[in-house]
């Protein structure tokens, strides 16, 4: 198993433009969780997804953020406009259904300046 | 509201040695499971060891064990003939049964030669 891809792993941008962060998670999984990591802030709990359906998206700093999942394999998370305190590391996760691990991504690296 | 309280930053070993990890964590429910994750420096998230809250025995993994004391609500790793590779941010995880998991700030593990 390929386990959760996320793309790009590395990202610079310049403030005001759109970021898109991609996810396909391990096949099979039915929950997928997008996370964000600061040295401030440690790993928060941005929005979390059963069967494609968003869950619980109150982690969302702002509108600037939203995160989609038009099927199964394939989740986004965009940011528009961007800001350099949105300057984190992202993470997916995916948790089968009736199991309790999340297995999670390598993270994107967004840089915004 | 569950809370993830890791009160060690940081905490040093000598190789070969052992170390314990400390994590409580604040919640009002009876059945949960509880994990221990690894963050080397290439930031990937790796899963060390986890625990139903159910189970009276303590979770173990080769080097890694931990203690868990449901009533006190903490949940201890200790990391046994410590090893170079060990050396990482360790991070406790709560996850409740809605699948919403919660994480502490981390510990950062030093191992010395």
Redesign the interface.
């Known amino acids: 198993d390929a386990g959760v891809i996320q793309s790009p792993r590395h990202e610079v941008t310049e403030m005001g433009q759109e970021v898109t962060l991609r996810c396909k998670p391990i096949s099979g999984h039915d929950?997928l969780?997008w996370y964000r990591q600061t040295m401030m802030r440690?790993?928060e709990?941005l929005i979390?997804f059963?069967n494609n359906v968003p869950i619980?998206d109150s982690g969302m700093p702002e509108d600037r953020f939203s995160a989609k999942m038009p099927n199964a394999s394939f989740s986004t998370l965009k940011i528009q406009p961007s800001e350099p305190r949105d300057s984190a590391?992202y993470?997916c996760?995916s948790?089968p259904k009736g199991r309790?691990?999340?297995?999670?991504g390598?993270?994107t690296?967004l840089l915004v300046l | 509201a569950q809370t993830v309280t890791q009160s060690q930053p940081e905490m040093s070993v000598q190789e070969a040695e052992t170390v314990t990890l400390s994590c409580t964590y604040d919640t009002s429910e009876s059945d949960y499971?509880l994990?221990w994750?690894k963050q080397p420096p290439?930031?990937?998230?790796?899963?060390v060891i986890?625990q139903?809250a159910y189970k009276q025995q303590n979770a173990t993994e080769n080097r890694f064990s931990v203690n868990f004391q449901k009533a006190a609500k903490s949940f201890s790793l200790k990391i046994s003939d410590s090893q170079l590779g060990d050396a990482a941010m360790y991070?406790c995880?709560y996850?409740r049964a809605g699948?919403?998991?919660?994480?502490?700030?981390?510990t950062s593990l030093t191992v010395i030669p």
């Open positions: 929950y969780f440690g790993l709990l979390y059963n619980d590391v993470f996760a948790t309790e691990t999340q297995y999670f390598p993270g690296r | 499971y994990f994750y290439s930031r990937q998230m790796i899963l986890r139903e991070f995880a996850r699948n919403q998991f919660y994480f502490g700030t981390g």
